[in-house]
C-alpha cells in the first residue's frame, strides 16, 4: 500500500509539473558555464566569460529546458507602445506576430553581479537585430501625421546593449536560484534601416517618399522607436532569463554566493 501510495504521488508530481511546463532544474555543473568565485580579484572577467558560453548555448538549446523553443530567431505575440515624450514625436503603436534575428550572435563585453543584492549589470554587442511583422501605428514623427497598418521591417545595425537585472534569490532542492523580477535595457546603434508597408492606406507615393525619409534620418526615428526597442528586447530578455535561472542552479554561476537566508536575514515569525 506504502509504495502504491508513493507511486501515485510521484505520478500526481509529474503530472503538476507537465501542467506547468516545469523543466525541473540542474543538479550537476553543467559544461558550458564556467563558475566563479564573486571574492576573486579576476571575477568580473570569469563572469563575463561565463555568461557568453551560456548565450552560445542558447544557440543550439540547453539540453532539459523545454521552455525556450527559440532564441534565434525569437518570437513575440504582441507589443503595445505609447509614446509622447517631445512635441516632435507622439505614437501608439502596436506590433503583432514579431519575429526577431540576431541574438544568437550576442557578444558579451562585461557581465558585474553586485553583492549587495545580487542584481547585475550586463553590457553586450548586437552586430544586426532584424525585426519584422505586423504593425499598427497612430501619431506623428517631426510633424509627420501617420495612421496606417501593415508590415514593419527594421534592421539595426552595431548595437550595444546595456542591460539592468533585478533579482531575487531563493533556495530549491539545496541550491540557491536566482529569481529575475525585472530588467531594464539603454542601446545605442550605428544604423537603422526600415521599411513601414500601406502607411496611408494605399497611397504609394507618400509612403514611399516617407520611408526614404526616415532611412535618410535614422537617428530620429531610432529616438521615435526607443520605447519599442527596449520593450522588444526587455521582453525577450526577462522570458528567457526568468526561464534560464530557474532551470539552473545560481551556484554553478558564483560558487560562492550565499543563500536567502544568509543574505536577506531569516524570515520573522508571523504574529499569532
Not at 509529474?14 to 555543473?29: H, K, N, Q, S
Not at 522570458?239 to 536567502?260: E, G, Q, R
Request: with cysteine; charged share 20%; glycine share 6%.
Amino acid at each position: 500500500m506504502g509504495l502504491l501510495l508513493e507511486q501515485i504521488s510521484l505520478l500526481v508530481a509529474l503530472a503538476i509539473c507537465v501542467v506547468r511546463g516545469d523543466d525541473g532544474f540542474l543538479t550537476e555543473p553543467p559544461d558550458y558555464i564556467k563558475e566563479c568565485r564573486i571574492a576573486d580579484k579576476d571575477f568580473v572577467n570569469c563572469s563575463t566569460h561565463s555568461i557568453q558560453q551560456l548565450f552560445d548555448k542558447l544557440n543550439d538549446g540547453i539540453p532539459g529546458l523545454t521552455s525556450i523553443k527559440s532564441f534565434d530567431p525569437f518570437y513575440l505575440n504582441r507589443i503595445r507602445i505609447t509614446q509622447g515624450n517631445s512635441n516632435a514625436i507622439n505614437l501608439k503603436v502596436e506590433l503583432a506576430n514579431v519575429k526577431i534575428i540576431g541574438f544568437g550572435h550576442t557578444h558579451v563585453l562585461e557581465s558585474q553581479v553586485f553583492k549587495k543584492d545580487y542584481s547585475w549589470k550586463t553590457t553586450f554587442t548586437l552586430p544586426v537585430m532584424k525585426l519584422q511583422g505586423e504593425y499598427s501605428l497612430f501619431g506623428r514623427i517631426l510633424l509627420i501625421p501617420l495612421n496606417g497598418k501593415g508590415q514593419v521591417f527594421l534592421d539595426a545595425e552595431n548595437m550595444t546593449v546595456t542591460m539592468h537585472t533585478k533579482t531575487r534569490l531563493y533556495s530549491k532542492g539545496g541550491f540557491t536560484f536566482y529569481n529575475v523580477t525585472s530588467l531594464h535595457v539603454d542601446f545605442k546603434m550605428d544604423g537603422l534601416k526600415s521599411y513601414f508597408s500601406n502607411l496611408f492606406n494605399g497611397n504609394k507615393q507618400l509612403e514611399d517618399s516617407t520611408n526614404k525619409f526616415f532611412n535618410d534620418n535614422w537617428r530620429m526615428l531610432a529616438d521615435a522607436l526607443y520605447t519599442v526597442i527596449t520593450q522588444t528586447i526587455e521582453d525577450i530578455l526577462l522570458d528567457v532569463l526568468k526561464k534560464i535561472f530557474h532551470f539552473i542552479p545560481a551556484n554553478y554561476f558564483v560558487s560562492d554566493i550565499p543563500t536567502p537566508e544568509q543574505l536577506y536575514g531569516r524570515a520573522k515569525p508571523k504574529p499569532k
